[in-house]
C-alpha cells in the first residue's frame, strides 16, 4: 500500500520561472493539503483540495494555485518564482477534509 | 503573535534523560492537538495526538490544558534514535480543515 508519494524529489529552478509540483494521495484518502516549510521554521498551510475543489487557502499570494484530478492526485503550481519561494514543499493527504493528515517526502525547490 | 509558539531548543541532553517540550496555543476554539516528529530533511510523521484527558504511549506522554491553552510532550529514557524536531500542532476544526504547526523544537540526544 504506497503512501503519499510526491515528484520531483529535487528541483532547482530560476527567479522568475514557473514550477509544478505532483502528488499522489495514499491509497484511500480524497483530500490533499499543501504546505510550505521553510528552513528552521514548522510547515505552513498553502491550500486543501476535496473533491477536485479549492476548500480552504493560507496566506499565499495568487502566484500561488492548484487542481485536483478526479483520482485525487494533485498539483501545485508557482509562478513568478522569487527566491524566497526556496523551500520543501510536503503535500498531506488524509480521508475527508478533517481526517489525520499523512505527509509524503516533500519536494524540495530551490530558486536561484 | 504566532498562532502557537514552541521552545526552539536545541535541546541537547544525554541518553536515559526526561525531556519536557512545551507549547501555547492563541486560538480559544482549537479542537484538535498533535505533536509530530520530524527527522532532518524528511516529511513529519505524527507521534501522538494529544487529549484533555493526558495520554501516554510508551515512553512519551502527551498533555492538554485547554484553561491555559497548553500543550506539553515528556519524554522518558531518552534514546538516541529520539534526536529529531518535535513539532507542535494544532487544528481549529470546524471550517477551518488545515494543520497549524510550531517552528518546532530540535532534541538531540547525546550519548
Same mark, same amino acid.
Not at chain 2, 487529549?51 to 491555559?68: C, I, K, M, V
Given at each position: 500500500?504506497? =503512501?503519499?508519494?510526491?515528484?520531483? *524529489?529535487?528541483?532547482? +529552478? ?5 514550477? *509544478?509540483? /505532483?502528488?499522489?494521495? +495514499? $491509497?484511500?484518502?480524497? *483530500? ?9 521554521? =514548522? ?11 479549492? /476548500?480552504?487557502? =493560507?496566506?499565499?499570494?495568487? /502566484? ?21 519561494? $526556496? ?6 493527504? $488524509? ?10 517526502? =516533500? *519536494? /524540495?525547490?530551490?530558486?536561484? | ?111
Amino acid at each position: 500500500d504506497a =503512501g503519499v508519494t510526491q515528484s520531483p *524529489t529535487h528541483l532547482i +529552478k530560476t527567479r522568475g520561472q514557473q514550477v *509544478t509540483l /505532483r502528488c499522489s494521495p +495514499k $491509497s484511500g484518502h480524497d *483530500t490533499v493539503s499543501w504546505y510550505q516549510q521553510a528552513l528552521g521554521q =514548522g510547515p505552513q498551510f498553502i491550500f486543501q483540495y476535496y473533491e477536485e475543489e479549492e /476548500r480552504q487557502r =493560507g496566506n499565499f499570494p495568487d /502566484r500561488f494555485s492548484g487542481h485536483q484530478f478526479p483520482n485525487y492526485s494533485s498539483e501545485l503550481n508557482v509562478n513568478a518564482l522569487l527566491l524566497g519561494d $526556496s523551500a520543501l514543499y510536503l503535500c498531506a493527504s $488524509s480521508f475527508s477534509e478533517a481526517g489525520l493528515h499523512h505527509f509524503g517526502n =516533500g *519536494t /524540495r525547490l530551490t530558486v536561484t | 503573535r504566532k498562532e502557537v509558539e514552541q521552545d526552539p531548543g536545541p535541546f541537547n541532553v544525554p541518553e536515559g534523560a526526561t525531556v519536557a517540550f512545551n507549547c501555547t496555543y492563541s486560538n480559544s476554539a482549537s479542537q484538535s492537538f498533535f505533536w509530530y516528529r520530524q527527522d532532518c530533511r524528511k516529511e513529519p510523521k505524527l507521534l501522538m495526538s494529544v487529549y484533555s484527558s493526558g495520554n501516554e504511549d510508551g515512553r512519551f506522554t502527551a498533555q492538554l490544558n485547554r484553561a491555559s491553552q497548553y500543550i506539553s510532550l515528556l519524554i522518558r529514557d531518552s534514546k538516541l534514535s529520539d534526536s529529531a524536531t518535535y513539532l507542535c500542532v494544532v487544528n481549529q476544526g470546524g471550517s477551518a480543515r488545515q494543520l497549524t504547526f510550531g517552528s518546532g523544537t530540535q532534541l538531540t540526544v547525546l550519548p
